[in-house]
C-alpha cells in the first residue's frame, strides 16, 4: 500500500519519523514534503497532497502541521477529498468506517507512540459500506459537484 505524507515545517520532523515507521511496516511513503524546518505555508503541501490523491498516486494520505487543523481545512479544499483531523485511535477508526476519510491530518502535539497509534488504526480500518453512510458521502460529493 501506498501512502501519501505532507507537512509543514512544524510537522517536518514527525512526518520524517512517520516515513521510517510506515517504511518497517512495509508501506511505501511517498513524501510530498516539506523537506525541512525552515517556515513554510502548510496549504502548499496539503493541496500537493490532495491532487496526488486525485491522481492515484497513492491509496491513503497523512497530513501534518503543528495541531492538524489548518492542513487538514486545506486538503479539504480540494475536490475528491475527504481529510478528517484526528486526535485519537476511535477517530482515526471512524473517519475511516463512516466517513470513508482518504487523507488523515494530524498534530505534532502528541507522543510518538500515540500518533503510531493514530496511523495505525487508519490504515487498518474499512469503510462500512453501510447505506447510511455512503448516502451521506454521496450527499458530500453532491454538493461539491455543484460547484
Not at 104 to 133: P, Q, W
Request: hydrophobic share 35%; glycine share 8%; charged share 35%.
Amino acid at each position: 500500500m501506498k501512502i501519501g505524507i505532507a507537512s509543514d515545517h512544524r510537522g517536518y520532523n514527525l512526518k520524517a519519523k512517520l516515513i521510517k515507521y510506515l517504511s518497517k511496516k512495509g508501506y511505501e511513503a511517498i513524501d510530498y514534503g516539506t523537506d525541512s524546518s525552515e517556515s513554510v505555508d502548510y496549504p502548499d503541501f496539503a493541496f500537493k497532497l490532495g491532487e496526488e490523491y486525485n491522481k492515484e498516486s497513492f491509496d491513503y494520505g497523512i497530513a501534518i502541521c503543528g495541531n492538524g487543523i489548518g492542513i487538514s481545512i486545506a486538503c479539504n479544499k480540494v475536490k475528491g477529498v475527504r481529510c478528517a483531523k484526528v486526535d485519537s485511535k476511535k477517530e482515526a477508526i471512524y473517519a475511516r468506517k463512516h466517513n470513508d476519510a482518504n487523507i488523515i491530518s494530524i498534530g505534532t502535539d502528541k507522543f510518538f507512540f500515540e500518533i503510531k497509534d493514530i496511523v495505525d488504526a487508519f490504515l487498518d480500518s474499512n469503510f462500512t459500506n453501510e447505506e447510511r453512510h455512503v448516502r451521506r458521502i454521496n450527499k458530500i460529493k453532491d454538493y461539491e459537484n455543484k460547484k
